[in-house]
């Protein structure tokens, strides 16, 4: 755990007041949605520079800040941030539900004329927020950011190069190439995004299917400036496939043709072992080109199996209709419960029943039967 403290850097206090007045039906102008997962090296940095650019518009605003089950001094950090600043929405899920799911929160509990989502690892530039919201009141409904270049590694600038490419061409939709969840979206789009019922959600894929009027921003994406990448290669093949598998048939049509492209070159395999057994009469040769094709269709079938599966498992997902996050309420603080009063060593002792008697050398009243006597005759009448 890291201890969180507000300092003053660059002659700037992170927490910023928000002294602007909301509009007629208390919502606000703007709201942000920023998703956390252990994100205690950027939060106070993030804060900053995000409170700065939204007072530079002139807008009412809000800062919607999901806390997605991090383990460090996140909400901590949280906590003392919105208890400094009025225009902090704070979300605690209750697990670690997914990045997705962390903005599908936001997204859900945000009320501004106009919401903004970017990250929390200020990969996603703060100060890009004035451009977005000055294409948004050109009248374009969807503004989204697209990376120009990106700062990282070669392995994830080439996966993300492809899976874009990928998507693209496999998708039903139009997606834009290299663009993220970075962008601004008007009420009525945020609305439409919310009826929709999918659980599993792959934003940047439902903003392309709800349409309405959209344009993008191009931007270089810098560097992580503090802490570790909460995405690993792993999560992103997985929400790489869940993306096209969200947004794309045609991996099963694509089943069917290597079907038919596989049966094709059987029947022709066949025809040429017939022809050459009549024509040179000699017994088949080619072990090793056998075992070659029955390997090759096998892992023809496996691959179409786990493409079928992928598609069922995205039905059994969504139709146990579990809910796609959970908001952790704040528990009340137990009353306190007061001490009992410490009871002097003068004090008589009282026992808990029945009235107090004193000990005396007095002899006890012997009972008018004995044990013997109801063992002979129960009823001491007769």
């Known amino acids: 755990m890291v201890p969180f403290s507000i300092q003053k850097m660059d002659g700037l206090w992170p927490i910023v007041m928000s002294d602007s007045a909301t509009t007629q039906d208390g919502s606000p102008e703007i709201s942000v949605v920023v998703p956390l997962h252990n994100e205690q090296e950027t939060l106070v940095e993030l804060y900053r520079r995000l409170s700065l650019a939204l007072r530079s518009l002139g807008m009412t605003y809000e800062i919607v800040l999901v806390n997605d089950g991090s383990r460090d001094a996140t909400p901590g950090m949280i906590a003392r941030l919105q208890e400094s600043d009025p225009a902090l929405v704070a979300l605690h899920l209750s697990r670690n539900f997914g990045h997705q799911a962390a903005v599908t929160a936001g997204l859900d509990h945000a009320r501004g004329l106009a919401v903004a989502i970017m990250d929390g690892d200020l990969q996603d530039p703060p100060e890009l927020l ?26 994830k600038r080439l996966g993300y190069f492809a899976f874009y490419r990928l998507m693209r061409a496999m998708s039903d939709l139009d997606i834009p190439l290299d663009s993220g969840d970075f962008c601004l ?22 903003r392309s299917f709800v349409g309405f009027r959209q344009v993008g921003l191009s931007y270089d994406r810098p560097a992580r400036e503090a802490g570790t990448s909460k995405y690993p290669l ?42 050459d057994a009549f024509s040179t009469r000699s017994a088949p040769r080619g072990w090793a080109s056998t075992i070659v094709v029955v390997l090759f269709m096998g892992s023809i079938q496996l691959i179409s199996l786990g493409i079928i599966g992928e598609y069922i498992r995205m039905i059994f997902l969504e139709a146990k209709q579990r809910p796609t996050y959970l908001v952790m309420k704040p528990r009340p603080a137990p009353p306190r419960r007061s001490r009992p009063k410490k009871r002097s060593l003068a004090e008589p002792h009282t026992a808990l029943r029945g009235p107090h008697r004193s000990r005396t050398n ?21």
């Open 362 to 382: 007095e002899p006890r009243p012997r009972p008018s039967h004995s044990r013997r006597d109801f063992g002979t005759n129960p009823d001491p009448s007769a």
């Open 130 to 155: 004035p451009e977005l919201v000055a294409l948004w009141r050109e009248g374009n409904d969807v503004v989204y950011a697209v990376r120009h270049r990106r700062q990282e590694g070669v392995l």
């Open 185 to 206: 979206m008007d009420r009525q789009v945020v609305e439409a995004l919310k009826a929709l019922p999918e659980r599993l959600r792959f934003v940047r894929g439902l």
């Open 234 to 275: 792993r999560r992103l093949v997985a929400l790489a496939v869940d993306g096209l598998v969200s947004f794309s048939s045609r991996p099963l049509r694509m089943v069917t043709y290597l079907g038919i492209a596989s049966a094709t070159s059987a029947a022709a395999l066949m025809v040429w072992a017939l022809i």
